[in-house]
């Protein structure tokens, strides 16, 4: 039998550091029995290169601006905009100036774990772009190559 939940702003988990920005687990895949909700925010120039992932993702920007990009669409994500990334996609995103906070939804449950890894596994302060992508690898997201690059961009 499915449960509710119901959880207040207190009771809801430590923001995990990723890469500068940081992610608050609303609630779990184990939660909700299926998708998941997340907190973002960052300040300016932080965010994920291109990835893609087998999860849907979408997006609703809650405060601020976020750069961002899905496949061969860019745009200037602004308070109130809705974005959806099909499952597959390749996208990105950064906060632009002044940083910004959105809301997130992912479909099939594995984008907390990862999150959660990421938090614990990688030291953001000198990362090793190699151990990032791996780890990246292991909860089913591919870091994509920018053009130009050595292929280990994050």
Known sequence: ??????QSAQAAARPL???GFKITVLASSEQTEGYELFRIAG???TGPGPHH?????SFFV????VHCGVEDVETLATTGTVIHVPGGCTHWFRFAKGGGEFFSVT???NASKMFE??????????????ALVSLAASYGQTV???PGSSGNSA
């Open 1 to 6: 039998m499915k449960k509710p939940l119901i």
């Open 17 to 19: 550091d990723v890469g």
């Open 43 to 45: 300040p300016e120039g």
């Open 53 to 57: 992932h087998a999860w849907d993702e």
């Open 62 to 65: 809650l405060s601020g601006a």
């Open 107 to 109: 479909s099939r449950g």
């Open 117 to 130: 890894a990421f938090d614990k596994g990688i030291n953001w302060a000198d990362p090793d772009r190699s």
């Open 144 to 146: 994509v190559a920018k």
